[in-house]
Nanobody
Framework: QVQLVESGGGLVQAGDSLRLSCAAY????????MGWFRQCPGKEREFVAA????????EYADSVKGRFTISSDNTKNTLYLQMNSLKPEDTAVYYC????????????????WGQGTQVTVSS
């Protein structure tokens, strides 16, 4: 059973950067598409970014395109989300997830989830 553990969240000001990490334990990313989602209280979990197992394909939500970059280091079984030019509307709990699909955009396509890390952006 793969366990995913996120880290790197925190409180920052608008315009700052953060890098989230997601480490896999008890397994590897091998063959899994990986993704980042976020969720605000009272709202549905929303897609942020996804990367294929090989890293050759990525997808981003329009709201983060050009500001966020998803990447993975399969030798370290670690997924990253580099977030630049952060805005207050980026405030959410961020989750990493592993999918049995090559590149997945919907939460129901993901099999494993981390516990989440809080990102708060002040104006």
């Amino acid at each position: 059973q793969v366990q995913l553990v996120e880290s790197g969240g925190g409180l920052v000001q608008a315009g700052d950067s953060l890098r989230l990490s997601c480490a896999a334990y008890g397994g590897t990313f091998s063959g899994y598409g990986m993704g980042w989602f976020r969720q605000c209280p009272g709202k549905e979990r929303e897609f942020v970014a996804a990367v294929s197992w090989t890293g050759s394909r990525t997808e981003y939500a329009d709201s983060v395109k050009g500001r966020f970059t998803i990447s993975s280091d399969n030798t370290k079984n670690t997924l990253y989300l580099q977030m630049n030019s952060l805005k207050p509307e980026d405030t959410a709990v961020y989750y990493c997830a592993a999918s049995g699909y090559g590149l997945a955009l919907r939460p129901d396509q993901y099999r494993y989830w981390g516990q989440g890390t809080q990102v708060t952006v002040s104006s």
